[in-house]
Every structure is written in C-alpha cells, then in structure tokens.
C-alpha cells in the first residue's frame, strides 16, 4: 500500500510534541543528545540518524524491565550505565523523547507479539510465549506518521540470524517478521494502540493478566545465571 499523503491526514496534535512524565523531552541530557546526533539535519534524516544511534547504543536488554513509573523516564534510560541495555519500552520512549527535542512530533505504540527475538528464558519465566506491550515509535515525518522499533541492536540481531530493522524515514519498519531461513519469527497478536506517553496503569493491568505471578511478587524475572 503507497504511503498516505498529507492531505489525507490532519496535523498532529500539540501532546505529541510536548514533553510529559515518561517522554521528558525538555530533560538538558535529551536536548543535549538529540542535538548532538541530529544536527541541523532535516526532520526525515534527522529521525534516522537518531533511530541508528539508539538502536545501537544500547544492547537490547528484556530482563531489565521496572514495575515502578519511576522506572520509565527517557532521560532515565539515556544516563542509566550503557552495560545495563533497555528493553522495546525505553528504547522506543528514549526515541520518542528525542525526536520530540528536535521538534518531529512522535508517539508511542504498544502491541502483545509472539516469537519475540532472543526471549527464550524470559518466555519460560513468565510462563508464555507472548511478549505484552512490546513498544515502538511513530514519527510524524513529511506529513505522516511512520513506525519505526528501535529496540533489537545489529550485534544482537547478527547473533540470533536475522537482518537488523533499518529506517528510512519513509516506510514504516516495526518488527522482523521472518529470519533469514524465511521461518517465522514475530507475530502481532493484539494492538494496544498509540499514546502520547506510556500509558502506564493500563501496561501493568495488561502484564497483571498475562504475568500474575510476576506482578504478585512485585518483580521482573532475573536472567538465568550461566
């Protein structure tokens, strides 16, 4: 399907470009980066050489995920120590976040996913195959809102043997749905929809269905030990 034109899609509104408690896009540390990496390039590259550096500058990490808001901030995730990765969530809010310092409109989307990449022990710890409120980015770029995940890092996706999500800017580019041996390898099961910010409350009921015992203890699954 070509790309909607700009005529067929009304303005974003002000929320998606103002920063909020989760997307802090006013934090001195995201001005900061986003500046850095972004430059005086225009929106559309500017969104890509932002969407690169993210994807890539932290290791996609699904162990390190909080229960508590005050885990979610981006700025949170941009200081964190770079060791520790992030999960889709703070990636795509880190993102999110960036884009909106440098003036391109940006939300958050959030779906439950099946063949998730690399979760294995994870899955066996929440004791699904289901991954709930995997999160990406959509940027309003040219007069449209295109999605983007900035979450699996090319080292990480080279591993486990599939292509690593480039963004163009134009098209959209949310999961793998294929490795390369054309298996499948990520399955959208159920959208949650877009949000200025993340809508909190509603993730944690969503994870209290599908993870009770998780959520009764208060704490995300540690990584096996190897």
Known sequence: MPPQSSAELPAPSAEYLQPNR?????????VDFARQIAGDLPPRQAAVALYREIRDM???????VSLVPAGYTASGVLLRDR??????????????????AVG???????????????????????????????????????????????????????RLGVA????????????QEYDHNAGRFMERVKDHGTFAEIPFDAMIAEWRKYYPHIIEAGTWPERPSV
């Open 58 to 64: 932290l290791r996609y990490n699904p162990w390190r």
């Open 104 to 158: 391109i409109p940006s939300r958050l989307h959030f779906a439950n996913v099946r063949n998730h990449i690399g979760t294995a022990d994870l899955e066996r710890k929440l004791g699904t195959d289901l991954l709930v409120f995997h999160g990406y980015v959509e940027l309003w770029l040219d007069g449209r809102w295109v999605a983007a995940t900035p979450a699996f890092n090319r080292e990480l996706c080279e």
């Open 83 to 100: 060791a520790e990765g992030g999960h889709c969530i703070d990636k795509a809010n880190l993102l999110a976040a960036c884009a909106r």
């Open 164 to 175: 690593p999500l480039d963004f163009d800017g134009v098209h959209d580019s949310i999961f």
């Open 22 to 30: 989760f997307v802090d896009s006013d934090h001195p540390a995201i």
